[in-house]
T-cell receptor
Framework: DSGVTQTPKHLITATGQRVTLRCSPR?????VYWYQQSLDQGLQFLIQ???????AKGNILERFSAQQFPDLHSELNLSSLELGDSALYFC??????????FGQGTRLTVV | LAKTTQPISMDSYEGQEVNITCSHN???????ITWYQQFPSQGPRFIIQ???TKVTNEVASLFIPADRKSSTLSLPRVSLSDTAVYYC?????????????FGKGTKLSVKP
C-alpha cells in the first residue's frame, strides 16, 4: 500500500460525458501528479500541483482540468469524453519531488 | 529537463544479474537519477535514487560514473517476478520541483 488513494477504481461512461477522478495523497505530501496510461503505452504526464498551486503542465488536453484543494486532495476532471480517453489514470504524491508514491489508478472506459 | 535513453527491451533468465543502462548526456549539476518499476496495470514503484558513485538498497544497486552522463541499474539474481518495465528519470528535487517525466522505459522479461 503506497498510501495514495484513488477513487473510483473503475469507471465506465459514455462518449460526451464528464467524469471526476479523485486522489488523496500520502499524509504530508505537498505535490500531486496526474498521469494517463493507455494500453501498452508509456506514462503520459498530465499535470502537477504543489500545495494547491499548479506547478507543471504536460500533455493535458483542454477538455481536462485539475485542481488541488486546501486539504491537498486533488481531482482530475475529464469532459466531453471520447473513446480515445479510455486509459488508466494514475495519481502520485511526493513530499519534495524525489521519491514519488503512486496510487493504484482509475481505469476509465469510454463506450 | 535532461532527456534519457534506455533500451526498449531486455531478456534474462532467473538467477542472473541484470544491468539496465540509461543515458542522460544533458544531466544538470543539481539533477538526481531515479529508477522506477512498473507491473502491468499498476502504478510505478520507486526502486532507487542516486546522485553519484554507487547506491545500494535491499533490491538494487545504482552505479553512476564520475561524468554522470549515464547510470546503470543492477538487479542481482532476478526472478520471474522481476518481469516489469523499468524507468530511468533525471531531475532536480526539493520543494515544488520534481519533474516526474517518464520515458518509454525498458521492458525486462525474465524467463525460467
Amino acid at each position: 500500500d503506497s498510501g495514495v488513494t484513488q477513487t473510483p477504481k473503475h469507471l465506465i461512461t459514455a462518449t460526451g460525458q464528464r467524469v471526476t477522478l479523485r486522489c488523496s495523497p500520502r499524509s504530508g505530501d505537498l505535490s500531486v501528479y496526474w498521469y494517463q496510461q493507455s494500453l501498452d503505452q508509456g506514462l503520459q504526464f498530465l499535470i502537477q500541483y504543489y500545495n494547491g498551486e499548479e506547478r507543471a503542465k504536460g500533455n493535458i488536453l483542454e477538455r481536462f482540468s485539475a485542481q488541488q484543494f486546501p486539504d491537498l486532495h486533488s481531482e482530475l476532471n475529464l469532459s466531453s469524453l471520447e473513446l480515445g480517453d479510455s486509459a488508466l489514470y494514475f495519481c502520485a504524491s511526493s513530499v519534495d519531488g524525489g521519491q514519488a508514491f503512486f496510487g493504484q489508478g482509475t481505469r476509465l472506459t469510454v463506450v | 529537463l535532461a532527456k534519457t535513453t534506455q533500451p526498449i527491451s531486455m531478456d534474462s533468465y532467473e538467477g542472473q544479474e541484470v544491468n539496465i543502462t540509461c543515458s542522460h548526456n544533458n544531466i544538470a549539476t543539481n539533477d538526481y537519477i531515479t529508477w522506477y518499476q512498473q507491473f502491468p496495470s499498476q502504478g510505478p514503484r520507486f526502486i532507487i535514487q542516486g546522485y553519484k558513485t554507487k547506491v545500494t538498497n535491499e533490491v538494487a544497486s545504482l552505479f553512476i560514473p564520475a561524468d554522470r552522463k549515464s547510470s546503470t541499474l543492477s538487479l542481482p539474481r532476478v526472478s520471474l517476478s522481476d518481469t516489469a518495465v523499468y524507468y530511468c528519470l533525471v531531475g532536480a528535487y526539493g520543494g515544488s520541483q520534481g519533474n516526474l517525466i517518464f520515458g518509454k522505459g525498458t521492458k525486462l522479461s525474465v524467463k525460467p
